[in-house]
């Protein structure tokens, strides 16, 4: 009986330990972070005397302290040379001319000693029995320029390597891991400074790969053999004159990196997550996969709920439409407010073409139900813009004759739905040479203006960085790029300090570009779910309707789908040990 008891008990602690710990393991990972693998091979035909093994790591050790650890000081002969401590035997294979002890990190052909080396977390170390007269199978060189062409070390050429190492691996073994600054993004590492250069505000490092732009990261660029892989310093364009030329002539653009544009987009997501969040950041976060703070949601309910749904602005119910659904809210029910039916009934022309481009914007984010009796429908708001276009292509937000460029960019962006509809796609073509023509004239002089731009030929799925929006090299885009400062931020009109509504233009201009540029659509289209993220890493994405009930910006858990399966695995699990434990009672009985 009282075996019995005590088994129960552990059941009882092994669920709730389970439901506690939301079954997770982070603390496991945690522990092994600073682990790393060697290997002993005795050649690349006759095997390993060391099959990959972890092991772990402790601070300033070296390689080879690392290697005596492991396969013990009795299965290792060291001795002294002018070059340092040289390796004569491993596990009794011993090195004998032209055969010696080859060092690699992470697959590079290591550019010092064994005991020089201090083993970095994660690092995968082999040691390779190598005859010296043969040839490298795979090899690569390597350098880097930094500013004004000078070139910061001695180009590395014929750099063995091993495996299936990358780029970032490479430079980490050409200047040393120390010497190589980078921050960790999602789409992956971005370098920061390379033998102490910093890249300064827009500057960046570029990655090329045999004379070309890469279009990756270098840590997602997997060597080749016989690559030439180079890094080297690169300036934004000047914000002054962007466009003047002396002979008048178009030019292609350089080609715009990736590896910019993620920069670009993470920097300004760390400076709007640090600042109040309005609705064109709450957009911008989430089109760009972050997740939004729960606060701003319920502020703008609040707000919403104090107002009784009624707002002076027609502006104001299109934008917080548009917030609102990109937190995961529904702008169709807030708190039994209908923001959708007080756009398509409201007077949308009251604060000119600004209320109704983007009227059009926020009733085509989602799949939203417009009655034919509205008093605006979308085929009524495309008829008003159109109708509005003067005869240089471009509008104005008051309507009137003198056409200027955010407007104009504006309705392009309410347009871009339905340039495949009668007469619309006629009337963007006019619009967009109007904006080309600003743009080569050096009419586009702030950076709202440029994002504006650069937003609605996204939405047009035109590149902002093609020869229609380039002189000299410089294109729209990079143009854009140049207000970005070290902060993630942008200034409206040059200089060094970030400003809030800048940021928020330029921010959702970058994101679009990116939307863009990968496929993925229009920087207003989002669904009408909701999706929670937090810091367990649980989620979840449903679609709104009348079944899922919310409640202060959460689904309720019945359509909490990932949380159901783990509470499901976690039965299983004691449902498992309870059988276990029934057959060894009655075992023991």
């Known amino acids: 009986m009282q075996r ?70 009795a299965n290792i002969d060291i001795e002294d040379t002018q070059y340092g401590k040289s390796i004569k035997r491993i596990k009794g294979l011993t090195k004998a001319d032209p055969y010696y002890w080859a060092f690699y990190v992470n697959g590079i052909f290591a550019q010092v000693n ?163 969040l309005g609705e064109w950041e709450a957009i911008a976060l989430k089109q760009a996969g972050k997740r939004i703070p729960a606060s701003y949601l319920d ?80 085929q009524k708001l495309v008829n008003q813009l159109l109708a509005k276009q003067n005869k240089d292509g471009g509008w104005a937000w008051d309507g009137s004759a003198s056409s200027d460029t955010d407007t104009t960019s504006m309705v392009l962006t309410a347009l871009a739905p339905h340039k495949n509809e009668k007469g619309v796609q006629e009337k963007i073509d006019r619009a967009v040479q109007f904006l080309s023509k600003k743009f080569l004239a050096g009419k586009i002089d702030n950076s709202s203006t440029a994002a504006q731009a650069v937003i609605a030929l996204s939405a047009l799925n035109i590149d902002a960085n093609s020869e229609l929006f380039s002189k000299d090299g410089k294109s729209l885009i990079t143009y854009l790029l140049t207000f970005q400062n070290a902060d993630g931020g942008f200034d409206w009109q040059g200089g060094n300090v970030s400003d809030t509504f800048s940021t928020a233009q330029g921010i959702q201009a970058v994101v679009a570009y990116k939307l863009m540029e990968n496929g993925k659509g229009f920087l207003y289209a989002i669904p009408l779910t909701h999706s929670v993220k937090s810091t367990d890493r649980r989620s979840v994405n449903s679609v709104i309707s009348p079944k899922n009930k919310v409640k202060t910006g959460h689904l309720l858990p019945n359509t909490a789908t990932n949380d159901l399966n783990l509470v499901a695995v976690g039965l299983l699990f004691v449902l498992f040990g309870a059988v276990y434990f029934y057959f060894l009672n009655r075992k023991s009985a």
């Open 299 to 378: 502020g703008v309910k609040k707000l919403v709920k104090e107002k009784k749904g009624k707002f002076a602005k027609i502006t104001d119910y299109e934008r917080y439409a548009l917030g609102i659904l990109a937190a995961g809210g529904n702008p169709v029910n807030v708190d039994g407010y209908n923001l959708i039916a007080s756009i398509y009934n409201g007077e949308v022309t009251k604060q000119g073409l600004n209320g109704v481009a983007y009227g059009l914007i926020a009733l085509d984010s989602s799949k939203f139900n417009i009655p034919a009796s509205a008093n605006w429908t979308k």
């Open 4 to 73: 019995r008891k005590t088994n129960v008990f552990i059941a009882w602690i092994f669920l709730v330990s389970l439901i506690g710990s939301g079954f997770q393991t982070h603390a496991f990972a945690a522990n092994i972070s600073k682990a790393g693998t060697i290997t002993v091979v005795r050649s690349e035909t006759a095997g390993e005397l060391l099959p990959e093994t972890t092991v772990p790591y402790v601070d300033k050790e070296t390689a080879l302290d690392a290697l005596v650890k492991t396969v013990g000081a």
């Open 114 to 276: 064994y005991d020089a080396y201090v083993v970095q977390p994660g690092d995968k170390l082999s040691f390779v029995y190598t005859d010296w007269n043969k040839a490298p199978e795979k090899t690569v060189s390597i350098k880097v320029i930094g500013k004004d062409g000078k070139e910061l070390f001695k180009p590395l050429s014929q750099v063995a390597f091993i495996g299936q190492p990358n780029a970032f691996q490479l430079l980490q073994s050409a200047v040393g891991a120390e010497n190589v600054g980078y921050n960790q993004y999602n789409f992956g590492k971005m370098i920061t400074s390379i033998n102490g250069v910093q890249a300064q505000g827009s500057d960046y490092w570029g990655f090329n790969v045999n004379g070309k732009m890469a279009t990756v990261g270098p840590d997602s660029y997997q060597l080749q053999n016989g690559d030439e892989i180079s890094f080297s310093y690169a300036a934004a364009a000047s914000p002054t004159n962007p466009n003047g030329s002396a002979d008048g002539k178009k030019t292609h653009a350089a080609p715009f990196s990736a590896y910019v544009l993620n920069k670009s987009v993470e920097s300004g997501m760390q400076y709007a997550l640090k600042h109040p």
